[in-house]
């Protein structure tokens, strides 16, 4: 079993920046897709970005602000957060697949194609 676990959040002003990471427990995360999620207070759980052999993909409201990114071997994976905003409030959640390959492409995976999950980091943005 694999365990992912998410750190680097934090409280930030708008317009500031943070950079999660999520790192699996072995040295080498074995997965064609991994993704983050975020969810704020009385919200529903929403994908933020994805990445996979096929590339990355980003929901419309963070492009050109959040680059997702990860190691060879995919032990980590990262969100670099800019110019964030009051919106992007909430728990982030970074998901694998654990090698669980789909006829479909990363960025349309939903929430049930990840088998591995981290617990969250919580991430405050003030204006």
């Known amino acids: 079993e694999v365990r992912l676990a998410e750190s680097g959040g934090g409280s930030v002003q708008a317009g500031g920046s943070l950079r999660l990471s999520c790192t699996a427990s072995?040295?080498?995360?074995?997965?064609?897709?991994m993704a983050w999620f975020r969810q704020a207070p009385g919200k529903e759980r929403e994908a933020v970005a994805f990445i996979g052999s096929d590339g990355t993909t980003y929901r419309d409201s963070v492009k050109g602000r959040f680059i997702i990114s990860q190691t060879a071997g995919k032990k980590n994976t990262y969100l670099q957060m800019n110019n964030l905003t009051t919106e992007d409030a909430g728990t982030y959640y970074c998901?694998?697949?654990?090698?669980?390959?789909?006829?479909?492409?990363?960025?349309?995976?939903?929430?049930?194609?990840?088998?591995?999950w981290g617990q969250g980091t919580q991430v405050t943005v003030s204006s």
């Open positions: 072995r040295d080498r995360y074995n997965a064609y897709c």
């Open positions: 998901a694998g697949d654990g090698g669980h390959w789909y006829p479909r492409i990363c960025g349309v995976y939903g929430e049930a194609d990840f088998r591995d």
